[in-house]
């Protein structure tokens, strides 16, 4: 893991040069992709409820959440190491995009479940 102060550097000697796309830029496999890491994170944090209640409300403030997530940008990059971070912000601005998360989250916890449900049957034979 690179530590703070040299990310901090990176960012700083970067800039947002490079980081210039639009959400149209960003294939349906790649969003997948970043979706699946999202979801299977949500749920090995035991947070499915909470993170599908709070897509939910606040889907009529997607532009504004997903633009809310570009401004704090510099300051979650300097700090944490996500590379897809403004991608995700950007196609969190997509009502279907977020439905699209909250069926994975939910198919993801499902498979958890049931995965979980296998175990214990196992052992318990």
């Known amino acids: 893991m690179v530590s703070l102060p040299k990310r901090i550097m990176r960012w700083w000697e970067k800039g947002f040069i490079d980081e210039e796309i639009l959400p149209e830029d960003v294939n349906p496999e790649e969003a997948e992709s970043i979706f699946k890491r999202v ?6 944090r035991r947070l499915t409820v909470p993170a599908i209640f709070l897509l ?10 997903s633009q809310a997530m570009l ?7 300097a700090i944490f190491d996500f590379p897809n971070y403004r991608k995700f912000a950007l196609l969190m ?4 995009y977020v439905k699209k998360l909250i069926d994975l989250i939910e198919i993801t916890n499902h498979e958890q ?3 979980r449900k296998k175990r214990k049957s196992e052992h318990s034979s």
């Open 113 to 115: 479940k049931m995965t």
């Open 39 to 44: 979801a299977d994170e949500i749920v090995k």
């Open 56 to 65: 939910e409300s606040c889907s009529p403030l997607n532009f504004i959440g």
């Open 71 to 77: 401004a704090f940008e510099p300051f979650v990059r």
């Open 93 to 96: 601005e997509s009502d279907e």
